[in-house]
């Protein structure tokens, strides 16, 4: 079946530089993409999410980009903390039954 | 808003025995809620989609004798684990729906499940 998945699985970065989280998305009739921050131990909370008819979409120090022409998308991080350490994962959405299909996950680890 | 809760929060048994988690939308009412389970260092896969009100739909290998699913207001779901094995020892994590024609997905906090 389709997925989506990440181009890198780790990230170091360090603290107050900004981070840029990738994901490719193979579906083409996906119109709807979600980034969730996962702590160890914890379940996913959502971050930002973006539909199809936008290719940007900013949050509060998160921005997402979406490049529908190359089924790409990216999570923007500015002036990264140590509280920003988590595996964060892409997930889209191409149809009526309200599923999301995850990405592998990006750890993020940010060094003081 | 949009806060899900599961309970337990983590629930050691032993071979054999059935196990009941709980998910809970406090602050909404939820007529989907999904169920997942994650291994270590793993992304999410989707076990079923649980319909208020309707039967449960599973996801292609996720045994529904084994993993009952039952959605029995707009505000819980719960996932039995019968006769659990070592194997099923996992993390699983619920979700939400918050509103009926709402995507974005709110999730709980997870339950750890270790059987012995």
């Known amino acids: 079946g389709e997925s989506v998945g990440l181009h890198l699985p780790t990230l170091s970065v360090q603290e107050g530089d900004n981070s840029i989280i990738n994901c490719a998305y193979s579906n083409s009739a996906s119109d709807y993409f979600i980034w969730y921050k996962q702590e160890s131990g914890k379940g996913p909370q959502f971050i930002i999410d973006?539909?199809?008819?936008?290719d940007k979409r900013q949050g509060q120090r998160v921005t997402v980009l979406l490049n529908k022409t190359v089924k790409h998308l990216s999570l923007q991080i500015a002036a990264t903390q140590p509280g920003d350490s988590a595996v964060y994962f892409c997930a889209e959405n191409g149809g009526s039954n309200y599923k999301l299909t995850f990405g592998k996950g990006t750890l993020l680890t940010v060094n003081p | 808003g949009a806060v899900v809760s599961q309970h337990p929060s983590w629930v050691i048994c032993k071979s054999g025995t059935s196990v009941k988690i709980e998910c809970r939308s406090l602050d909404f009412q939820a007529t989907t809620m999904f169920w997942y389970r994650q291994f270590p260092k793993q992304s999410l896969m989707l076990m079923a989609t649980?319909?208020?009100?309707?039967?449960?739909?599973?996801e292609q290998g996720v045994e529904k004798d084994k993993f009952l699913i039952n959605h029995a207001s707009l505000t819980l779901s719960t996932l039995t684990v019968t006769s659990a094995h070592p194997e099923d020892s996992s993390f699983y994590i619920c979700s939400a729906r918050d509103l009926p024609s709402g995507r974005t997905q709110y999730f709980g906090p997870g339950t750890r499940l270790l059987v012995l």
């Open positions: 649980s319909n208020e009100g309707s039967k449960a739909t599973y």
């Open positions: 973006i539909r199809s008819n936008m």
